[in-house]
């Protein structure tokens, strides 16, 4: 069972930056997909990026230019780095496993259908 722990969330104005954490209990450079999701409220939730094991990532639109996700293996730690955030990056933030492929992960309709293991997210506030 892979177990996964979120922090760094806060409350921020827009414009300003937060980087995200994600302690994992493996070793995910094993094979791991390893993302970052996000739901606001009752919204669908969004894949927002995924880094593979092999260090290839891919972000989402929405995100491009603004967030980089990135990885220390030795820590088993993933991140996130958000800069000039905007008050529609405000949702809770989710970091992921998957024991597959980020390419069959993004293939899918929804990210996040794809992911095996999730950890409990840290929620992230934009005030404009």
């Known amino acids: 069972q892979v177990q996964l722990v979120e922090s760094g969330g806060g409350s921020v104005q827009a414009g300003e930056s937060l980087t995200l954490s994600c302690e994992v209990s493996v070793h995910f450079d094993n094979g791991y997909c390893m993302g970052w999701f996000r739901q606001d409220g009752g919204k669908e939730r969004e894949g927002v990026a995924v880094?593979?094991?092999?260090?290839?990532?891919t972000y989402a639109d929405s995100v491009k230019g603004r967030f980089t996700i990135s990885k220390d293996g030795a820590k088993n730690t993933l991140y996130l780095q958000m800069n000039n955030l905007e008050p529609e990056d405000t949702a809770m933030y989710y970091c992921?496993?998957?024991?597959?492929?980020?390419?069959?992960?993004?293939?899918?309709?929804?990210?996040?259908?794809?992911?095996?293991?999730w950890g409990k997210g840290t929620l992230v506030t934009i005030s404009s």
């Open positions: 880094v593979d094991s092999d260090g290839d990532t």
């Open positions: 992921a496993a998957a024991a597959i492929s980020c390419s069959t992960v993004v293939a899918g309709r929804r990210w996040d259908y794809g992911m095996d293991y």
